[in-house]
């Protein structure tokens, strides 16, 4: 999850609500914050792939609550960039 860009649809910050609303343990143990120069990165460690699905119904909860209607209507757009550029998608581009 990208905090700028749910600051730029949605007007919350991603990061502090995640914070809040979640338990300490699974942000500790199953939740990775990696800090980029323009952007805060949300990610889940190894292990959190593991429960990713019951993290991920939590995370919706979170939002459906702090939005409400306005997380309904605006839908899901298809990235026209990648969050991270992993070496190996580089190279079979190229």
């Known amino acids: 999850l ?9 007007g919350i910050d991603i990061h502090v ?3 809040q609303h979640l338990d300490e343990e699974i942000t500790h143990e199953y ?3 990696v800090e980029l120069q ?23 909860a979170i939002l459906e609550e702090l939005l409400g209607s306005q997380w309904d209507t605006k839908g899901y757009e298809e990235d026209d960039e990648p969050m991270i550029e992993l070496p190996i998608f580089q190279e079979k581009t190229r």
Request: contains cysteine; negative net charge; aromatic residues 8%.
């Open 31 to 33: 939740i990775q914050i």
């Open 38 to 60: 323009e952007d805060t990165i949300i990610k889940l460690h190894s292990t959190g792939f593991a429960i990713c699905d019951e993290i991920s119904v939590r995370i919706i």
């Open 17 to 19: 609500s995640i914070i």
């Open 2 to 10: 990208s905090k700028r860009r749910f600051m730029e649809e949605f």
